[in-house]
């Protein structure tokens, strides 16, 4: 799918991608450092982050396509290498989402003698899983800003007027 209807797929996945990547780090720092949010949001997050871990390939694919139909640019270069790193940010997110969600699941249905995992009683785990979340949610918002700001110069730079 490179193209719908008529328009390049990557102008219309992208926003996808730049909507629910930052929405799923946000409730990744939201789960990791709130329980009652944790519990609500947890299962709801992870599967959002996975849905990101598929269609950035996708977008990232789609504006590969575009990158070649089009004249060779060092800003459009630029994007798509940067473009590239935005897996990163959301394979991050969806294993610490995931990560959540099982510590979760783990410390609300305590069955005896079944074995744990990933210390769900455990503070000093919390808390470091959320350090952890925390960063990764800055990391992948400002990887998805710095992605969009490359994009926007590499089409807008040169094609508007200067008034």
Not at 69 to 84: S, V
Not at 106 to 114: I, K, L, V, Y
């Given at each position: ?21 930052p929405l ?10 709130w ?9 709801p ?17 789609a504006?590969?396509w ?19 790193t935005?897996?990163y ?7 610490l989402?995931?990560i ?23 503070t000093?785990?919390?808390a470091?899983?959320?350090v ?8 992948a ?23």
């Open positions: 799918m490179q193209t719908v209807n008529g328009l390049p797929a990557h102008v219309l996945l992208v926003h996808a991608v730049v909507v629910l990547l799923s780090a946000a409730l990744l720092a939201l789960t990791a450092i329980p009652a949010g944790r519990r609500r949001l947890a299962g997050n992870v599967i959002l982050a996975l849905l990101v871990v598929v269609l950035v390939p996708i977008t990232t694919s504006g590969e575009l990158e070649h139909q089009l004249a060779p640019d060092a800003l459009i270069r630029r994007h798509a290498q940067l473009g590239d935005a897996i940010a959301a394979i991050a997110v969806a294993v989402a995931a959540i969600w099982w510590r979760q699941r783990e410390g609300t249905s305590p069955a005896a003698g079944r074995r744990t995992y990933l210390a769900p009683s455990s000093a785990v919390t470091t899983i959320a952890i979340a925390l960063v990764a949610s800055g990391a918002v400002y990887d998805i800003v710095r992605i969009g700001d490359s994009g926007a110069k590499a089409s807008w730079t040169d094609r508007v007027a200067a008034r």
